[in-house]
């Protein structure tokens, strides 16, 4: 699975062929059709292991993060670890959903639940925000300032991309801090 994996991220879904993953991770042709009937079996193989790990990635950012603060922005800082790790390729899901124009497919499904996982855990991350000092953040209405913080999430993945850097990371954590009246740090 690593080698399909590998070989969709960074080729894309279309260019990379059955015969190549099956060539490249030496596993026999009936082995493999044992696992994985279609292409399209593999490609759903492929975004669901991918879900897992980037909700895994966001988890461990929120965690690793101390209070409700700093909780709040451990989301758009979990992106310059990853990107730099995956050499600014950008989001797989958003890859494929470039090459399968259809809205309805499987796949573009699966892109959905990551992003809405996402949406998810920002919009809990704003609650608890928010009732951690009323006073300060209690006129935020939190689905708001989710669908805000999410612009600048998803533009900062393909911005980084696009631009090959890190700055947009940088400058959407700027924009999340001024969402919430924090200066620039």
Not at 13 to 25: C, H, L, Q, W
Not at 31 to 55: C, N, Q, R, V
Not at 113 to 139: C, M, Q, W
Request: one cysteine or more.
């Amino acid at each position: 699975m690593s080698v399909a994996s590998d070989l969709f991220y960074q080729q894309g879904y279309r260019a990379t062929g059955i015969n190549e993953v099956i060539d490249k991770s030496g596993v026999a042709k009936a082995t493999f059709y044992s696992h994985f009937p279609s292409k399209d079996d593999l490609g759903l193989a492929y975004l669901k292991l991918m879900k897992e790990a980037e909700i895994a990635h966001v988890e461990n950012a929120i965690r690793a993060a101390a209070g409700p603060l700093e909780r709040f922005y451990a989301v758009v800082r979990s992106l310059e670890p990853w990107l730099l790790d995956t050499e600014y390729r950008g989001c797989g899901f958003v890859n494929m959903a470039a090459e399968i124009p259809d809205a309805k497919h499987r796949f573009r499904k699966v892109g959905r639940e990551a992003y809405d996982f996402v949406r998810g855990r920002v919009e809990t991350l704003a609650k608890e925000l928010i009732a951690s000092n009323p006073k300060k953040y209690g006129h935020f209405d939190a689905e708001e300032l989710t669908s805000k913080y999410m612009v600048a999430f998803a533009g900062a993945i393909a911005l980084a991309e696009i631009y090959q850097a890190i700055w947009p990371v940088e400058d959407a954590l700027n924009t999340v801090r001024r969402l919430i009246g924090q200066q620039s740090g």
